[in-house]
């Protein structure tokens, strides 16, 4: 296996991903915050099935935390990731600075309309103009021909597959299923801030949305009241609530009552302590 190549300019990876596509290969590209897990990793597996050679990022974008977030305390491991990524075959890493992304000042910004009203947008004010933002720049650094992203942040997929409609990147995208712990907990690096205690007590949010997902299969095409009393059950082990709800696959809307032939995204997100976690269903009708 040839040794994995690092990048730390915008300069470097795109001449490299410019000679790669040169030689008639196809580049995969997998952007990450690093803290590598399973979830990472079959996102350059996915990417790798589609493409000749992966390239991943590791950035933690500031512009996409907000002023009381983790921005600082964010799992940090470099190293341990780059050897992840050495270890799956990817091509090269991208790991520039915060100067090297983002110029002095910034006087250009990406705004959405109604698709950040829900989910988590509803809840984390300019968290997905700073993901549109760092992605948009991204897939014009590295020029990919595919990318890779995970169902576990749903919200984020479908509003970076928009942008990629309405500012026309020349990208194809994949979406990786949620890769779970052996107890259904959705893996995220934000895992390692839970206690041992927390850690018990997290795959609730998996159980809470695999009971909605059947009863909705079963017949239950108006959840909110089958929503709720699973809301209540979480509060009381607790489960602080940002959202919980059916929410229409595209446009992310909240529905009240579901319709046979349609596909939608049962999302949850709730703070246990001071950790956030994020999980969703889909539900094909
Ligand atoms: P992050 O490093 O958190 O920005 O995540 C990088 C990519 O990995 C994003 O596309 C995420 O959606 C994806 N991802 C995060 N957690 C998981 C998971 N448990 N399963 C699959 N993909 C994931």
Not at 60 to 85: H, L, M, S, W
Not at 87 to 107: H, I, Q, S
């Amino acid at each position: 296996m040839a040794d994995i190549k690092q990048f730390d300019t915008k300069e470097g990876i795109r001449e490299e991903v410019k000679s790669l596509k040169r030689s008639g290969k196809r580049v995969g590209f997998v952007p990450t915050m690093g803290a590598m897990h399973e979830g990472h990793l079959s996102l350059m597996r996915l990417a790798r099935e589609h493409a000749d050679e992966v390239v991943v990022s590791i950035y933690v974008n500031p512009t996409q935390f907000g002023p009381d977030e983790d921005f600082e305390a964010y799992p940090r491991r470099i190293q341990t990731d780059i050897e992840k990524c050495e270890n799956e075959g990817v091509y090269a890493v991208f790991t520039p600075t915060d100067k090297e992304m983002y110029l002095p000042e910034r006087y250009l910004s990406i705004k959405i309309d109604e698709m950040a009203d829900y989910m988590c947008g509803a809840h984390r004010e300019g968290h997905f103009e700073g993901v549109l933002l760092i992605v948009n720049k991204l897939f014009n650094v590295v020029q990919p021909d595919v990318a890779a992203f995970g169902q576990k942040d749903i919200q984020q997929y479908a509003l970076i597959h928009r942008m990629v409609r309405e500012f026309d990147h020349d990208v194809e995208l994949l979406m990786g299923p949620i890769k779970r712990a052996d107890d259904g907990l959705a893996l995220s690096s934000r895992n390692s801030y839970l206690t041992d205690e927390q850690r018990v007590q997290a795959p609730s949010l998996y159980r809470a949305l695999g009971y909605v997902k059947k009863q909705i299969e079963d017949g239950v095409h108006q959840p909110n009241l089958l929503i709720g009393h699973q809301r209540d059950e979480l509060e009381a082990k607790d489960f602080e609530i940002d959202y919980f709800g059916v929410y229409d696959f595209n446009t992310l809307k909240p529905v009240d009552t579901l319709e046979e032939g349609k596909t939608y995204t049962l999302a949850i997100a709730a703070y246990l302590g001071s950790t956030r976690l994020i999980d969703n269903m889909l539900i094909e009708l």
